[in-house]
């Protein structure tokens, strides 16, 4: 081979990986900026209309194609079932929906509309330029759109000379004739770029090539990189689950158990369920046409979706069985039933117990993770902050509506006073988990600019940490178990972080005015003190709550000076 044919190869192969950079932050771009205009509207709409497991199907369906990426979709529904905000039955069906949902992008791809890219991308770039919102965001969708087809055009420059190689045309081969190596490595390079849509538009751009003369694959070898295109997207899914609660690792297997079984059941009827897509090809599309892709992706998806929806309870059975109960943390089953405040206000209050617990089993996490993060910057501990802060606040939101349902319900005057208290709890736990977002949100500042904590600064946040961690062990007991001596530590402890708090906000004053540490846009040490002293306070109230339960917090009654302005 001499020099100058493989300098052409190389030239190509660079094409290829170029253009498929560019589809993967077109579509990325165009599913984020559809995110921002719909705001935290997509979390609502899947929490409250999927009751039942069709519903939960038409608002995947209406979700993915909203947000053009079913990975986001099932992301977020694993975010609700972390937050026990959702039922595993739900889920299945968002899932199943997710799974139909995107094969839109392949129809978007397919369509004669190519040729348009640069122009989708020029307004598009315009239009962010813009300052309303919703005009801002409408051109990041139009600029990856764009974006995605000048990618995809891009690749097919690339993906012509290299098709027309002898090793293309033999790996082409291996493939139609092989549908387990055609599955095996749709599953890998989906779980590699963590696309369904960027491997099933490389397979339409590759599959059109026949029409050009270009031998590549065949209707029998694209089929089986569809199927494992549908089981490599599931990777997302599962990482979306780690560290969350048993339902949503249960969740992601059946992600995984639904497509697995979809491709199964397809490569048993590959030759019949081939030759139907050819048919349907012949009769309606043109030979060798990319929308043959994207037909054949979206029928086989939507047929399993029929199928399998008469057995989600055998799926989550085996979700069940795969991934076992530990008697981990888990918000009680019969919490937010209204019918039980009907029944037993009393029992009622007992579950919101429980589910205040949960609630604050989840704060304990957000405050290791906050704490993590104060002196090691990882950005996965970014995203799992945010994700508590908004568990966090969706039970709070949840728990503040249900104690007013009971609260109309009649009460006792003991049960008054515990309801009363209960309250006072949750808001106190929703203003730890913001404190704990303003310290992620400080860190993040320092960490962009290079902002490293001083030996002395780290020190003085460890010692804080140390107090504020046993004061949230004690008040979480205190609370659960009603211990008015574990409470009284609490407030004890509490004078102390005030001193802590003090003595560092001083020793770093004079690590300034020595020059110690050096003055920067991220010099935010006083900020995170007083943010840190504050979850002093806020477990402070609820530690005072469980001594007396009619507690009025004292700086409501009369603010510390530097505390005037810091909850507003």
């Known amino acids: 081979m001499n020099i100058g044919l493989t300098f052409a190869y190389g030239q190509s192969v660079m094409y290829v990986f170029g253009g498929l950079a560019l589809f993967l932050f077109g579509i990325n771009l165009m599913s984020d900026s559809l995110k921002l205009a719909a705001g935290n509207k997509l979390k609502l709409i899947i929490e409250k209309t999927t009751n039942t497991p069709l519903k939960g199907i038409l608002v995947g369906i209406f979700l993915t194609v909203l947000v053009q990426s079913s990975s986001g979709t099932t992301a977020l529904m694993i975010g609700l079932l972390r937050a026990g905000l959702m039922t595993l039955p739900q889920s299945v069906g968002v899932i199943m929906g997710a799974n139909i949902g995107t094969t839109v992008t392949a129809f978007i791809i397919g369509l004669p509309v190519a040729k348009f890219g640069y122009v989708f991308l020029g307004v598009g770039v315009i239009m962010t330029f813009i300052g309303k919102r919703r005009v801002h965001h409408l051109g990041g969708v139009l600029a990856g759109l764009g974006m995605l087809f000048v990618g995809l055009e891009t690749m097919s420059a690339g993906l012509k000379p290299l098709a027309a190689t002898p090793e293309a045309e033999l790996m082409f081969q291996s493939f139609s004739n092989n549908w387990f190596l055609g599955t095996v490595f749709g599953t890998f390079f989906t779980a590699l770029v963590q696309s369904s849509s960027a491997a099933i538009g490389v397979l339409e751009k590759l599959y059109a090539l026949n029409a050009e003369g270009i031998e590549t694959i065949t209707l029998y070898g694209a089929i089986p990189i569809l199927l494992g295109a549908n089981i490599g997207t599931t990777i997302t899914a599962y990482l979306a689950s780690l560290g969350g609660n048993i339902e949503s690792r249960r969740a992601a297997v059946i992600h995984v158990l639904f497509n697995v079984i979809s491709a199964v059941v397809i490569l048993i009827f590959l030759i019949p369920y081939r030759s139907f897509i050819a048919w349907v090809e012949l009769t309606f599309l043109e030979p060798f046409s990319m929308l043959s892709i994207a037909f054949a992706h979206a029928f086989q998806n939507i047929l399993m979706t029929f199928i399998l929806f008469f057995f989600i309870k055998h799926l989550i059975f085996l979700a069940k069985v795969i991934v076992k109960d530990k008697g981990g943390k888990q918000i009680p089953e019969e919490m937010f039933d209204e019918k039980l405040i009907e029944e037993s206000p009393t029992l009622a209050l007992e579950f919101v117990k429980k589910a205040i617990l949960y609630?604050?089993?989840?704060?304990?996490?957000?405050?290791?993770?906050?704490?993590?993060?104060?002196?090691?910057?990882?950005?996965?501990?970014?995203?799992?902050?945010?994700?508590?802060?908004?568990?966090?606040?969706?039970?709070?939101?949840?728990?503040?509506?249900?104690?007013?349902?009971?609260?109309?319900?009649?009460?006792?005057?003991?049960?008054?006073?515990?309801?009363?208290?209960?309250?006072?709890?949750?808001?106190?736990?929703?203003?730890?988990?913001?404190?704990?977002?303003?310290?992620?949100?400080?860190?993040?500042?320092?960490?962009?600019?290079?902002?490293?904590?001083?030996?002395?600064?780290?020190?003085?946040?460890?010692?804080?940490?140390?107090?504020?961690?046993?004061?949230?062990?004690?008040?979480?007991?205190?609370?659960?178990?009603?211990?008015?001596?574990?409470?009284?530590?609490?407030?004890?402890?509490?004078?102390?972080?005030?001193?802590?708090?003090?003595?560092?906000?001083?020793?770093?004053?004079?690590?300034?005015?020595?020059?110690?540490?050096?003055?920067?846009?991220?010099?935010?040490?006083?900020?995170?003190?007083?943010?840190?002293?504050?979850?002093?306070?806020?477990?402070?109230?609820?530690?005072?709550?469980?001594?007396?339960?009619?507690?009025?917090?004292?700086?409501?009654?009369?603010?510390?000076?530097?505390?005037?302005?810091?909850?507003?």
């Open 359 to 568: 609630m604050g089993s989840i704060v304990k996490d957000y405050f290791e993770i906050a704490r993590s993060y104060s002196f090691k910057e990882d950005p996965k501990l970014v995203e799992e902050a945010y994700m508590h802060e908004m568990m966090i606040d969706k039970y709070d939101e949840k728990l503040h509506d249900y104690l007013i349902k009971i609260s109309t319900s009649g009460l006792e005057s003991d049960d008054s006073k515990k309801l009363s208290r209960d309250l006072d709890t949750i808001k106190d736990f929703e203003r730890i988990g913001d404190h704990l977002t303003n310290i992620v949100d400080f860190f993040v500042e320092r960490y962009k600019e290079n902002q490293v904590l001083s030996q002395e600064g780290a020190k003085d946040l460890h010692t804080i940490y140390d107090v504020l961690n046993e004061m949230l062990n004690d008040a979480l007991n205190a609370f659960m178990n009603n211990d008015k001596v574990l409470a009284q530590r609490v407030v004890v402890n509490e004078d102390i972080v005030d001193e802590l708090e003090l003595s560092a906000r001083y020793r770093y004053i004079e690590r300034l005015k020595n020059r110690e540490v050096t003055f920067t846009v991220a010099v935010n040490f006083n900020d995170i003190l007083a943010n840190l002293e504050r979850i002093g306070d806020h477990l402070m109230n609820i530690a005072s709550a469980v001594i007396e339960p009619m507690y009025i917090p004292q700086n409501v009654l009369i603010p510390k000076p530097k505390e005037l302005d810091r909850d507003i």
